[in-house]
């Protein structure tokens, strides 16, 4: 395995479907303590909520977001080709505050250690599969205006696992064109890095051969996106990609990032997005998150948009 440099710097964000909104927004924003910092609509189908969590300013490699589609399309299955869970870091000292908040209402906890960190595994209300993993070395800091105490707040993604039947071809991909390289292996999962190396840059590729195969729909994660710090780079990984044999997808503006996507052939959907402009570009810093926001494209339906959208209270308190 030959590992070449890439623009790619660690994940920039996870995106999931779940069904309910309200409850989307209790359990991650009320329940969390995750930043709501944009709420918006799927760009592809405007009638479905898109919600975007992370730290104060929704920096890369902290965001996880969700399309709501209520009542329609159904369940997915997790399974092999898909991103098998939401994973995110915080201080070693908090396990035991997160176990006891979670049990506390109603969220069923286990734990679990991989590669020698303690885990916290549980679902969402959706039965997506989130896990809070003590990580010593990591510098980022939480939400501190959020419903959890500054010490004890998540502070982004810490890795991204990988469920793959047959993992060969996608290490081969991950650690080639796009620039990882193996931190260690255990048992059937490979944790890989990339940049600077550490939580938020993590990868884990997981083998599962007997798993059945994921399918998508509400309780499963959609795609992963990678971060690259600006157009430059993404144009050269595009490029790259394409020239050996990727079928990648011109650059779409999503607004906050702008992004190119391709399938890897273990099936999982990639993105690779931009740093840039970010969300603060059409909402203050201060009250991101507060208001609808549309892309211009849909601004002049906003008021039937807005009509068929479910109304979205603030997160519930959670004592
Ligand atoms: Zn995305």
């Given at each position: 395995m030959t590992t070449t440099s890439s623009p790619i710097t660690g994940i920039h964000h996870l995106t999931a479907i779940a069904s309910d909104p309200q409850a989307n927004v209790d359990f991650y924003a009320g329940l969390l303590g995750l930043r709501l910092v944009k709420k918006t609509v799927n760009f592809d189908d405007p009638s479905a909520y898109h919600l975007y969590y992370g730290d104060e300013t929704g920096s890369p490699g902290t965001i996880v977001t969700f399309f709501t589609w209520p009542g329609v399309g159904g369940r997915g299955r997790v399974g092999s080709g898909q991103v098998a869970r939401i994973t995110l870091s915080t201080a070693p000292e908090s396990l035991d505050f997160w176990t006891e908040r979670l049990r506390r209402h109603g969220v069923a906890v286990a734990r679990a250690m991989r590669f020698g960190e303690d885990v916290l595994e549980f679902a969402d209300p959706d039965g997506i599969p989130v896990e809070i993993v003590a990580v010593a070395n990591d510098?980022?800091?939480?939400?501190?205006?959020?419903?959890?105490?500054?010490?004890?707040?998540?502070?982004?993604?810490?890795?991204?696992?990988?469920?793959?039947?047959?993992?060969?071809?996608?290490?081969?991909?991950?650690?080639?064109?796009?620039?990882?390289?193996?931190?260690?292996?255990?048992?059937?999962?490979?944790?890989?890095?990339?940049?600077?190396?550490?939580?938020?840059?993590?990868?884990?590729?997981?083998?599962?051969?007997?798993?059945?195969?994921?399918?998508?729909g509400v309780g499963t994660i959609h795609h992963i996106a990678w971060r690259v710090p600006d157009d430059t780079g993404e144009?050269?990984?595009?490029?790259?990609?394409?020239?050996?044999?990727?079928?990648?997808?011109?650059?779409?503006?999503?607004?906050?990032?702008?992004?190119?996507?391709?399938?890897?052939?273990?099936?999982?959907?990639?993105?690779?997005?931009?740093?840039?402009?970010?969300?603060?570009?059409?909402?203050?810093?201060?009250?991101?998150?507060?208001?609808?926001?549309?892309?211009?494209?849909?601004?002049?339906?906003?008021?039937?948009?807005?009509?068929?959208?479910?109304?979205?209270?603030?997160?519930r308190t959670y004592a």
């Open positions: 510098q980022r800091v939480g939400w501190s205006g959020g419903a959890v105490p500054a010490a004890f707040a998540l502070r982004g993604l810490h890795t991204a696992e990988l469920a793959i039947a047959t993992p060969q071809i996608t290490e081969t991909l991950i650690t080639g064109d796009m620039g990882y390289r193996l931190v260690r292996r255990e048992g059937d999962r490979a944790r890989f890095e990339t940049g600077a190396g550490g939580s938020g840059t993590f990868i884990d590729v997981v083998a599962t051969p007997h798993a059945p195969r994921g399918l998508g144009l050269t990984l595009q490029a790259r990609l394409a020239a050996g044999g990727t079928l990648v997808s011109p650059v779409r503006d999503r607004s906050y990032f702008r992004s190119i996507y391709y399938r890897e052939r273990g099936g999982v959907l990639f993105e690779i997005a931009t740093d840039v402009p970010g969300f603060a570009h059409d909402e203050p810093a201060v009250s991101l998150g507060g208001a609808l926001k549309l892309p211009a494209q849909y601004e002049p339906a906003r008021a039937e948009i807005e009509k068929h959208l479910p109304p979205l209270r603030p997160a």
